[in-house]
């Protein structure tokens, strides 16, 4: 029943085309997991490339799939990893469900995310050059055993105006779609290298009272 509980706070819904073939990631308890990116469509035509981590109970991962359209149902999970001398905040959405779809179906959304958790670090509001309000909240979602995920979300607008006045350790609920942008992250004054970010875009989001 915990657990049911726990998966129920960090829901993840996705329709989309394997771009890769399986690596493999780690092993316990003699399951494995691998990894693969899936492509998943945006409204504006442009995609996303999201990292799936998938168990070898689930699918075959001798097979290369690249090019099918599977729907997965997970959760977004986090795990810092360390490099570089410190700690680097690693994303992917862990599979619990995996079926092949024949298409996308029209009118359905094919990216959806629901997070039940708390904010974890005062919340960073600014607004663009062109005057687009951004908040970005970073927020704890529990995990059985005393785990956490750590979830990067980025707000705009009224939601932005509204989440810049959480404080850390606001319970809250938030919905939206799971994105991909690229950055450059500057290694030295020589040396640069272009990077992914994976963050929560928010399409609506709940201040609930404090348990």
């Not at 442009?46 to 097979?63: A, K």
């Not at 029209?106 to 509001?125: H, M, R, S």
């Not at 810049?164 to 942008?181: A, D």
């Amino acid at each position: 029943m915990m657990i049911d509980k726990v998966i129920e706070n960090n829901q993840v819904a996705m329709i989309g085309t394997i771009t890769a073939p399986f690596r493999f990631s780690y092993e316990i308890f003699g399951e494995g997991f691998y990894m693969t990116e899936i492509e998943v469509r945006r409204l504006s035509e442009s995609t996303d490339i999201i990292p799936l981590m998938v168990s070898n109970r689930l699918m075959d991962v001798t097979e290369d799939y690249t090019g099918s359209m599977i729907k997965v149902m997970g959760q977004f999970r986090s795990y810092n990893r360390h490099e570089e001398k410190r700690n680097r905040l690693v994303l992917s959405v862990f599979a619990r469900e995996v079926e092949f779809a024949e298409e996308e179906e029209p009118l359905v959304k094919t990216n959806q995310i629901f997070l039940d958790g708390y904010v974890c670090k005062p919340p960073v509001y600014r607004k663009t050059p062109l005057g687009r309000e951004i908040a970005d909240l970073l927020i704890a979602v529990n995990r059985p055993y005393g785990k956490s995920d750590y979830i990067p979300c980025i707000c705009w607008g009224r939601n932005a105006r509204f989440a810049s006045g959480f404080e850390v350790g606001t319970h809250t609920q938030i919905w939206g779609r799971i994105q991909s942008r690229e950055y450059i992250k500057k290694l030295s004054e020589e040396e640069q290298e272009k990077r992914v970010a994976y963050e929560v875009s928010v399409s609506k989001l709940e201040a609930l009272e404090i348990d």
